[in-house]
């Protein structure tokens, strides 16, 4: 029999250092959800709906890859430790200027999540490398999906009528539970 101890020691846990990240990381996606939900709140005091519902579909999925962290960390026995989430920019010159830092932030998070798997792969941590594959994917389609607003704002200029447009559209995106929260 082994001592309660022992079965711990023999069990795959991931390492301090990779505890210690995957909680930054839950941090990150709270701050990430805390930036689209200004972003919202700004957008409605603009009077663009659409782009408002984007960003507040936006902050929920954020809050799904959170818990998805969350989730993992609770699955390998160790404590989650919530952090202050710092401060968010209030107010953006316009929609254009919130999709450049959207897709600038989502840059950040692409570097973070390959650090993360950096990370996971020096330590031969390959219950952390599974996990971060969906990430990985993920964050593929929200650089596409922030670049191509980019693009179509930019090319919009001051159109109103495009930009009218282009709020409509995004008025009818919804929100769908990340897949890795459905099972
Ligand atoms: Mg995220």
């Known amino acids: ?3 309660d101890k022992q079965f711990k020691n023999n069990k795959a846990m991931i390492t301090k250092n990779m505890r210690k990240a995957l909680n930054e990381q839950i941090n990150a996606e709270l701050w990430s959800a805390y930036l689209y939900l200004s972003m919202s709140m700004d957008a409605e005091a603009k009077a663009l709906r659409g782009i408002a519902n984007w960003f507040f579909v936006q902050w929920m999925e954020e809050q799904d890859h959170a818990r998805i962290f969350q989730n993992y960390l ?3 026995g160790e404590k ?4 202050a989430i710092d401060r968010v920019p209030l107010e953006w010159k316009d929609a254009l200027e919130m999709f450049r830092d959207t897709l600038s932030h989502e840059k950040d998070v692409t570097a973070m999540i390959h650090n993360l798997m950096k990370m996971a792969m020096k330590e031969d941590d390959f219950e952390t490398m599974s996990r971060l594959l969906w990430f990985v994917d993920e964050q593929v389609e929200e650089e596409r ?3 191509d607003l980019v693009k179509l704002l930019e090319a919009a200029g001051d159109d109103f009528s495009i930009i009218n447009e282009i709020d ?3 008025a009818g995106r919804k929100y769908n539970k990340a897949s890795p929260l459905k099972q």
């Open 74 to 76: 609770n699955e390998q």
């Open 145 to 147: 999906s922030a670049e």
């Open 1 to 3: 029999m082994l001592t």
């Open 80 to 83: 989650v430790e919530l952090k």
């Open 168 to 170: 409509g559209r995004l």
